[in-house]
């Protein structure tokens, strides 16, 4: 199991992220932009989910290191776009929303 505590925290991370999406598509929005951004986002996520799952302990290691590398990578490059989805719930900070996505 100790080969697998990589994919493990990367699981974790990407978890972390789905719930907030989960949470964030409960919000009341004043345009269906944010509602379909977190639904790409969600998807996107829910892939790299699938991928770190199907690791198993004879998985080639840079194999691993990789998706990894490319899930944690996923998470620091849309976290900016899950806050301004956040900031578009508020009708007087929606229009952030549109110049970035």
Do not use: W
């Not at 699938?50 to 490319?70: F, I, K, M, S, Y």
């Not at 944690?72 to 549109?98: C, D, K, S």
């Amino acid at each position: 199991m100790s080969g697998l505590l990589d994919a493990e925290f990367a699981k974790e991370k990407v978890d972390a992220v789905l719930r907030q999406i989960k949470h964030l598509k409960t919000a009341d929005f004043p345009y269906d932009e944010p509602k379909s951004a977190l639904e790409l986002l969600e998807a996107l996520y829910e892939g790299d989910l699938d991928r770190l799952e199907r690791l198993d302990p004879g998985t080639d290691p840079a194999v691993r290191q990789q998706t990894c590398a490319h899930c944690n990578v996923q998470v620091a490059r849309y976290q900016a776009v899950l806050g301004f989805i956040l900031r578009a719930t508020n009708v007087r900070n929606a229009f952030e929303i549109y110049d970035p996505l």
